[in-house]
């Protein structure tokens, strides 16, 4: 059965700018940044390179929550920089765990405005035998109107800030004990991917997420290699080749559909960057090769985009790009009007790409014992209707 088709608007306008705290926390600021800061307190021209240093050490690969566990550094400067900074984080409003080990936190955004409401999004951490997946979220609601997408029916309320984003990180692993040491081969860690799937799109706050995201990367700090880091994106075509060469991590794109007039129903963006450009951005991505394929995300709709003729035309399009193809098993919700393929033809589906030479991974649900799915946990908290506590975005790549 195909959904009724109703115009959804391109793109939302955010409802509300960020408003910087009086004292600002410094999680998320690059280094130049931080020396600027630390010139604005007083410090010395000569001292501001190794103060950043120190402090980029203390808050990245050490993790500590206050000035005053900065032990190399001297009391007098601890207690300047307490004066002035904070190293807050998003505040955890409820943790749930699921029987398979995924972990669901929603978190509180600190406020700059006593007026403002305190706002939340969400971040999933799924535990895997060869690796831990930290799914990150953008933005406070979706720029986006994705009819599958449970974010999509939201309001986009503001962007995050490239600290909001980084934070989300930090929780992780404060929550995880994840500070640990990096001389094993894994370094101990138990995050060790990060995925921008969460709420949001990711592409509509391009310089927080690349400000974010070259942190992650940074060796001397938090660390997760770029290859070990995929932003998930709807189509934002202008910013995908921005994206490789400014960020170039690895990159996922929400397709879902194989025709122009279907994705215009499934992913309204399409009807500004339909799906040949989108294709032409993918082919044009800095630094895609075999060994760094793009990942199609395509959504499993019972007779809607899960025919035979559908994968034909999808192993087509995709000739050029090296590619694996994320196959994901729909999770419906009441009053929705699509349904999940059945398994068989999902096999079908997979098995006709696979003999095409594609990777076609079926995405395992995680945590659907404590609404795993973006958005899920936030309406659950916030008491919404029935189809908004139900969610169906995937939340993360299982492989």
């Known amino acids: 059965m195909t959904a009724a088709f109703s115009p959804a608007p391109l793109e ?3 409802l509300e700018t960020y408003v910087p705290p009086a004292k600002p926390s410094l999680i998320g600021m690059s280094r130049a940044e931080l020396a600027e800061r630390l010139g604005a307190i007083g410090v010395a021209p000569a001292q501001r390179k190794m103060r950043t240093q120190q402090l980029w050490h203390w808050i990245y690969v050490r993790g500590v929550q206050g000035f005053a566990e900065m032990t190399t550094i001297s009391k007098e400067m601890r207690a300047q920089l307490a004066e002035h900074f904070t190293l807050a984080r998003p505040q955890v409003v409820a943790e749930q765990i699921s029987s398979d080990g995924t972990r669901k936190w929603l978190l509180r955004l600190p406020s700059g405005d006593s007026v403002e409401k305190a706002h939340e999004v969400e971040c999933v951490y799924i535990p895997e035998t060869d690796r831990g997946t930290l799914c990150v979220s953008s933005q406070v609601g979706c720029t986006l109107s994705c009819s599958f997408c449970h974010t999509g029916t939201q309001r986009l309320v503001r962007n995050l800030t490239a ?4 934070g989300q990180i930090m929780v992780a692993r404060d929550r995880l004990n994840d500070w640990a040491d990096r001389e094993t081969p894994n370094g101990n860690r138990l995050v060790t991917n990060v995925v921008m799937m969460g709420m949001g799109e990711p592409l509509y706050n391009f310089d927080a997420v690349r400000d974010a995201l070259l942190i992650v990367a940074d060796g001397d700090g938090i660390g997760i290699s770029r290859r070990r880091i995929t932003l998930s994106t709807s189509g934002v075509v202008p910013y995908i080749v921005r994206t ?3 960020i170039g991590v690895m990159l996922a794109i929400s397709l879902h559909a194989v025709r122009d007039d279907l994705r215009n129903e499934l992913v309204p963006l ?3 960057y339909p799906i040949a450009e989108l294709l032409q951005a993918c082919r044009d991505y800095p630094g895609a090769t075999n060994a760094k394929r793009i990942t199609f995300e395509y959504v499993m ?5 899960d025919s035979l003729d559908d994968a034909k035309l999808l192993v087509k399009m995709l000739k050029g790009i090296p590619a694996k193809i994320n196959l994901i098993p729909f999770n419906p919700w009441p009053g929705t009007a699509y349904e999940c393929s059945d ?3 999902i096999e079908k589906f997979s098995e006709y790409i696979f003999n095409a030479g594609y990777s076609s991974p079926v995405r395992t649900p995680r945590g659907r014992d404590i609404l795993a799915a973006c958005g899920q946990l936030k309406s659950e908290t916030e008491k919404l209707s029935a189809r908004e506590r139900q969610a169906l975005r995937a939340m993360a790549m299982t492989d």
């Not at 600290?163 to 980084?166: A, D, H, Q």
């Not at 709709?301 to 985009?305: A, E, Q, S």
């Open 270 to 272: 399409n009807r500004k």
């Open 343 to 345: 398994w068989d033809q």
């Open 301 to 305: 709709l019972k007779g809607v985009n």
């Open 163 to 166: 600290g909001e984003i980084v």
């Open 12 to 14: 939302k306008i955010a």
């Open 244 to 246: 490789g060469a400014e």
